[in-house]
Nanobody, 115 residues
Framework: QVQLVESGGGLVQPGGSLRLSCAASGSIFNRYFMDWYRQAPGKQRDLVARITTGGSTNYADSVKGRFTISRDNAKNTVYLQMNSLKPEDTAVYCC?????????WGQGTQVTVSS
């Protein structure tokens, strides 16, 4: 069993930055693919960014060049650095871990981009 706890969300003005963190319990964190998803009100949940066990990354087209996903296996933590935020980035951001057939989700953290 893995528990994921997100932090770092909040209210930010357009053009601003936030860094989300997702801390994972367990001793095999480095075996998990880690993702960030987001869901805006009335919309489906979308994949924002993914980082593999080897550190390869990929991003949704809407965030390429603005968001960066990273992981620190020593701290069992994955990060999402979000720059140049736009109002359309407003959503609940959730951390997801995948290993073999096991999938785990965090509870989510709200990000609101508004002036």
């Amino acid at each position: 069993q893995v528990q994921l706890v997100e932090s770092g969300g909040g209210l930010v003005q357009p053009g601003g930055s936030l860094r989300l963190s997702c801390a994972a319990s367990g001793s095999i964190f480095n075996r998990y693919f880690m993702d960030w998803y987001r869901q805006a009100p009335g919309k489906q949940r979308d994949l924002v960014a993914r980082i593999t066990t080897g550190g390869s990354t990929n991003y949704a087209d809407s965030v390429k060049g603005r968001f960066t996903i990273s992981r620190d296996n020593a701290k069992n933590t994955v990060y999402l650095q979000m720059n140049s935020l736009k109002p359309e980035d407003t959503a609940v951001y959730c951390c997801h871990a995948a290993y073999a057939a096991c999938h785990y989700w965090g509870q989510g953290t709200q990000v609101t981009v508004s002036s």
